[in-house]
């Protein structure tokens, strides 16, 4: 008999598994996305106006170490090579990101070699700091208190709408500080954008007669999901439970569209660090797709803003009382028969594609082997606080 599946989400983690189910088991899938395009907060579509593939939710880079995640995304459209060049404004200076030799020497005025940087920077630091606490901290020890003030300390607030002190270290270990003149923003070795946009390469992921998918609808309550064998929730796990502890804390982005002859501002991002520019980024979205010729230009102004009921939600906070809130959902959840969580929004963490795409693989293959054995499927692709 085949299994019928239920996959609440079109994004990445969802399509992603419906493609390994297909692949693996006798099944149909179903998948329901709310918006009225697949992809999720990955979604790229061609604008009207100039013909530039647009990143509608904010720059994306693709980027992973692990060559089967490469392997598994260049086997369903070409990836381009790309390396993305971030740029920074700060007091009305442009610098090389993230923090490398170049940017230690333009900031200081130097002409430091590695070693002579390093040993500058030591100095700059605050050693007193053995364990960084928080983000604040992990900046002072690494690139002491003028960088930090430069680059970080007026970014970050825009964006988290908090005090650095309050947030956690692991949001700064995601940008590397270097000395050298690599301006590479990824660490990662594998990195590239797939040819046609994201949405274009979502799309072929659930290319199969097994899959039927419908936008515009909307998860409403549980009763819809009677007759499904198994349901696989990617959405925000408090609103799969109304909410009833109290909602969980997100950031989230607006745009403000600009449009431009030729290139404004010859580079695909520009952060602005300032605390008083009130937006926290530019992308010109052309520059994603250099192998493609336009004269016009199209560019989304960024801000941040906390998010309310009708927002989308984009940075899971994870501030302390979010964990608290986070763990009393997760063990209601672990409670249900028949449902999976999986994702950026239902594992609430800052995810980024390549990790998304791995726990995706992950859990299929996991979850084949728990059918197959007659073994219950796991609830989560992750542990509590992993
Ligand atoms: N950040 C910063 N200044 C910058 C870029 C980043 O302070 O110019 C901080 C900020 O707190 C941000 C975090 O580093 O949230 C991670 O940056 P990343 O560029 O990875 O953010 P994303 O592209 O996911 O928004």
Redesign the pocket.
Known sequence: MAYKFLVIGAGLSGTVLANRLAANLDCTIDIWDERNHIGGNCHTARDEKTGIMVHQY??HIFNTDKKEIWDFVNSFMEFKPYVHR?K?MSNGKVYS?PVNLHTINQFFNKAFTPNEAKAFLAEQADNSITEPKN?EEQALKFIGKDLYKA??????KK??GCE?TE?PAS??K??PVRFNYDDN?HNNIYTGIPVDGYSALIEKFVESDKINILLKKKFSNEKELEGYDHVFYTGPIDAWFQFKYGRLGYRTVTFETIYEQGDKQGVTQM?Y?DANTPHT?ITEHKHFTYWEQHNSSILFKEFSKETTPDDIPY?PKRLQQDKELLMQYRKDAENLAGVSFLGRLATYR?M?MHHVIGEALNYAENFIKAINTGAKPPVFPNTEMS
């Open positions: 904010g720059p971030v920074a990101l983000f680059f970080f300390y007026g970014y970050t964006q988290w650095p947030l949001i700064l995601r940008i923003y952060n660090c980024r940075y800052y980024d």
